[in-house]
């Protein structure tokens, strides 16, 4: 029954204390992070175009990426057609701890998955990387596959359609142009990120064994 059913989402650690957002001077890029496999169904081909969208509307922008696959190769040739190899990293496969490091040093203004749907079943979930990001105030990009949109609603205005560089390279423009903008979602979306805490996640189970637990019948 209906009513017998209940969610309990996977969970992530948050930081304590939680941090505030990156404070951005004038001029200064905004650094960007995408930490995932460089494989297809990421979509890492239209973060790249985007890029080079907003690098030609005039934008600083420097690119991150976290993480390895088969396309590392492409990729880095695709960076170097669009002329923006200068403004991309390639880190790399970096060990969790290690990337939750730079997160906590404050590395990062801002991350960007671009996941698409292939069929057939091959999408995203609920990312965990898009969780932790938000969890240390990093606002987040991301496009609406899979059940990303259960993570970050519509109406904060940073979910975009996938494979759609230019819907992408807006939502960047957006956060690199406005200050307050960019300070206020990561606000927003590291308050939702404390919903998804594992923390709370194990709570909510507990109270659900409990309850069932004082709901079963006598022998």
């Known amino acids: 029954?209906?009513?017998?059913?209940?969610v309990i989402r996977m969970g992530v650690q948050c930081p304590d204390p939680l941090p505030g957002p990156t404070t951005r001077e004038n001029n200064s890029p905004l650094r960007i992070i995408c930490a995932a496999n460089l494989v297809a169904v990421k979509g890492h081909r239209y973060l790249l175009d985007a890029i080079h969208i907003v690098s030609d509307?005039?934008?600083?922008?420097?690119?991150?990426?976290?993480?390895?696959?088969?396309?590392?190769?492409?990729?880095?040739?695709?960076?170097?057609?669009?002329?923006?190899?200068d403004r991309v990293r390639?880190?790399?496969h970096l060990a969790h701890s290690d990337l939750l490091d730079l997160y906590r040093k404050r590395e990062f203004d801002a991350f960007v998955l671009p996941s698409v749907d292939l069929g057939n079943g091959e999408h995203e979930?609920?990312?965990?990387?898009?969780?932790?990001?938000?969890?240390?105030a990093i606002p987040a990009i991301a496009t609406r596959t899979g059940s990303i949109e259960e993570l970050i609603p519509r109406t904060l205005?940073?979910?975009v359609p996938?494979?759609?560089?230019?819907?992408?390279?807006?939502?960047?423009?957006?956060?690199?142009?406005n200050e307050m903008l960019r300070q206020r979602i990561a606000l927003e979306q590291r308050h939702i990120a404390?919903?998804?805490?594992?923390?709370?996640?194990?709570?909510?189970?507990?109270?659900?064994?409990?309850?069932?637990?004082?709901?079963?019948?006598?022998?």
């Open 1 to 6: 029954p209906r009513a017998r059913c209940r």
């Open 57 to 85: 509307a005039g934008c600083n922008i420097q690119l991150s990426l976290a993480g390895d696959g088969n396309l590392r190769s492409i990729l880095g040739e695709q960076a170097v057609e669009l002329g923006i190899s």
């Open 90 to 92: 390639f880190l790399g």
């Open 125 to 136: 979930g609920v990312p965990v990387s898009l969780m932790e990001a938000m969890a240390y």
């Open 157 to 159: 205005g940073v979910t």
């Open 162 to 177: 996938d494979k759609n560089a230019k819907s992408l390279a807006q939502a960047i423009e957006t956060l690199a142009t």
């Open 194 to 219: 404390e919903q998804w805490s594992v923390t709370k996640v194990a709570s909510d189970l507990l109270a659900e064994i409990h309850g069932r637990a004082s709901m079963a019948p006598v022998a």
